[in-house]
């Protein structure tokens, strides 16, 4: 019995010796913590379960990084597409008058004097129906001025066929958009009637007001506006509503399309008794609104997967402390802090971490950058009309960097703090307990 104690403690110290040499060994070329952490996070067959549950956590931050980045970017796509077409062409900001407006000139230069308004333009808007081949479609026509509507539109960069110069007064010509014309089955050159709901006295009876336009022009923004909006000439419009000319009122564009309210407010008060101010957050912000909601919504509830997969990093290295036990007691027999036995089981933590976000975040860029194209082929290629009900016929992306930053960075400490309970639990474990035991 004797015999057989004195060859087992002789057998511990030869198996203890061999392995604080190699410790020693490798430890002049590279950190202790580093290259024992480095090692356990290598598959051995004791532990090939614990390498699986490692996987997983890596797998589950690189798809949780990847597809927070992809839809964010999407969400950033609307929201730009929202901004450069929608509000490129309905008016950011507008001051609208009781009564024609002769001098509007006047107006529109003292509105230029503030410096967040970046251009001007004069307008007169009426709705009515047009009719054309048996059809009928409700509108919304802008009598505008081509010279000023180019500088506050994008219309003009976004004809397919035609001009907007086209509209020249006293030619009772009009620009429609493609939905439009496609609707009323209508070419460039041909004949299409404005009905107005005013009703004119006549001999026959009270009857609505017709004039017959040619097109001239066809543009293509977004279906919403596409199948809304038209343009004629300005004293085309003011004749149709039997008015002097002039201008009904001034629309703006802005340097910053947030402060339309403020800036419509004070262009109003240059004549406060007949103007009266509007802008896009009246008219279109609850559109807005509803894609940034949507955007915080939709990145909180994909960082939850950020989150699973952290804590999925936490049972795994609690199961490898559990498993490790014994090597812990070694290391702390010979000398080894609870610092140093920390610093073992947090470079484990982190290399799954530091690997899941790199993968994630590099997938994450190379679909954000290709999800528009993607879809469009699938969208074309099966016929799936999956853009129908937004207001753009294809899938927006806009990557930015602050959004990868945040994200990474994000991933990073949550990795980083997945490591903190299971290190630490390892470093209070005593060699004394432990070896019994063993």
């Known amino acids: 019995m004797q015999a057989h ?70 969400m950033n796509g609307f929201d730009r597409e929202l901004k450069t ?40 808007q009426l709705q009515g129906m047009l009719t054309s081949n048996g059809q009928v479609a409700g509108i919304m026509v802008t009598g505008v001025d081509p010279e000023y509507e180019k500088k506050v539109s994008i219309i003009n960069d976004h004809m397919i066929e035609g ?35 005013e009703a004119s006295p006549s ?17 293509t923004i977004s279906p919403e506006v596409d199948s809304l909006m038209a343009f004629i000439p300005m004293n085309d419009a003011a004749k149709l509503l039997r008015l002097p000319d002039g201008a009904q009122g001034v629309r703006m564009k802005l340097n910053d399309i947030f402060n ?4 419509s407010e004070k262009a109003a008060a240059i004549a406060p008794e007949r103007l009266y101010p509007n802008n896009w957050t009246q008219t279109h912000g609850n559109l807005f609104g509803a894609i940034q909601m949507e955007k915080a919504m939709v990145g909180l509830l994909l960082f939850l997967i950020i989150l699973v997969a952290a804590f999925n990093i936490v049972s795994s290295l609690v199961m490898l402390v559990t498993d490790k036990k014994a090597d812990i007691a070694i290391l702390k027999t010979f000398g080894a802090s609870p610092r140093l036995i920390t610093q073992v089981f ?6 799954i971490g530091v690997i899941g976000t790199i993968a994630g975040t590099i997938l994450g ?55 903190i309970y299971p ?11 432990t070896l019994r035991y063993e």
Do not use: C
Not at 101 to 121: C, H, M, N, T
Not at 388 to 415: E, M
Not at 423 to 433: G, H, L, V, Y
């Open 163 to 197: 001009s907007i110069d086209t509209l020249q007064s006293g030619d009772f010509s009009i620009v429609l958009g493609e939905e439009m014309v496609q609707s009323l089955g209508l070419r460039l050159g041909d004949k299409v009637t404005l009905v107005l709901p």
């Open 365 to 419: 860029v190379i679909f954000a950058l290709t999800v528009s194209d993607i879809l469009g082929f699938i969208n074309q290629t099966f016929g799936l009309n999956l853009f129908d009900a937004y207001f753009v016929n294809y899938l927006p992306s806009q990557l930015r960097l602050l959004d990868v930053v945040l994200i990474t960075g994000a991933s990073f400490i949550l990795s980083f703090l997945a490591t």
């Open 85 to 124: 077409r929608i509000l490129g062409m309905v008016p950011q900001a507008t001051v609208v008058s009781t009564e024609i407006i002769g001098d509007w000139q006047q107006l529109a230069d003292k509105i230029k004097e503030d410096p967040e308004v970046a251009a001007v333009a004069p307008f007169i």
């Open 5 to 74: 104690s004195a060859f087992d403690i002789a057998h511990f110290i030869t198996y203890i010796k061999s392995h604080v040499d190699k410790i020693k060994s490798l430890n002049m070329f590279r950190p202790l913590a580093l290259f024992i952490g480095l090692r356990y996070t290598r598959a051995e067959r004791s532990n090939r379960f614990i390498s699986f549950i490692s996987l997983i956590s890596m797998i589950g931050l690189t798809l949780g990084v990847a597809v927070l980045i992809t839809v964010l970017s999407v």
């Open 203 to 219: 001999p026959a009876g009270v009857i609505p007001r017709f004039k017959r336009f040619t097109l001239t022009g066809i543009y």
């Open 260 to 263: 339309a309210p403020m800036a």
């Open 346 to 351: 947090m470079v484990q933590g982190v290399v």
């Open 423 to 433: 290190a630490r639990r390892a470093a209070r474990i005593q060699p004394a307990q």
